[in-house]
């Protein structure tokens, strides 16, 4: 089977070396909004009674977010 967007999560999270808080503030770059308390429930096994599965756009937008954190904004044309 493939990866989820919940291994991808996992993967960018300990490759990149974030945190909760870090994650909460790259989803705020692109004006995502998202607690700590979701970022976890992520992060849990699939049988786990709080798992959630990681939607498409929680991880589209997170990725944008990447890309801002590390490039910086874009510039002005």
């Known amino acids: ?20 808080e870090d994650i909460v503030n790259i989803c705020a770059l692109v004006d995502f909004k998202v607690t700590k308390s979701e970022i976890n429930a992520i992060y849990r ?21 990447l890309v801002v954190h590390l490039r910086g904004p874009m510039p002005k044309k």
């Not at 089977?1 to 909760?20: F, S």
Request: glycine letters at 10%.
């Open 1 to 20: 089977m493939g990866l989820t967007n919940n291994d991808i999560m996992k993967k960018l999270r300990v490759a990149h070396k974030l945190r909760d």
């Open 45 to 65: 096994k699939e049988g786990h009674p709080k798992y959630m599965p990681c939607g498409d756009q929680f991880l589209r937008n997170f990725l944008n977010g």
